[in-house]
């Protein structure tokens, strides 16, 4: 069983920035895909950055060039670096895990085997 938690939400303005960590449980967790997923009020979950275990990134187009993941294999966590944000980014940030650490279907959430609780940012105009 693998634990995911999620820190670094908050309140920011837009044009503002955050970065969300995400700690994980385990021995191999070097072997996962990580991903970063959000959902908004009455909106369904939908897919933000990805990183492989050979530290391969994608994004969601809404984020490329914002938004940058990252992973800290010693300290077993993923990173989301938030910059530029603008009201539209305020959602519930949750990350996942994928044991079998593929990348065909990265960007899709029935991929992942694990999910954290969530954090939340929100972005004020």
């Known amino acids: 069983q693998v634990q995911l938690v999620e820190s670094g939400g908050g309140l920011v303005q837009a044009g503002g920035s955050l970065r969300l960590s995400c700690a994980a449980s385990?021995?191999?967790?070097?072997?996962?895909?990580m991903a970063w997923f959000r959902q908004a009020p009455g909106k369904e979950r939908e897919f933000v950055a990805t990183?492989?275990?050979?530290?391969?990134?994608a994004y969601a187009t809404s984020v490329k060039g914002r938004f940058t993941i990252s992973r800290d294999n010693a300290k077993n966590t993923v990173y989301l670096q938030m910059n530029s944000l603008k009201p539209e980014d305020t959602a519930l940030y949750y990350c996942a895990a994928d044991r079998a650490g593929s990348w065909v279907m990265a960007m899709t959430a029935t991929t992942y085997d694990y999910w954290g609780q969530g954090t939340q940012v929100t972005v004020s105009s």
């Open positions: 385990g021995r191999t967790f070097s072997t996962y895909t």
């Open positions: 990183i492989s275990r050979g530290g391969s990134t």
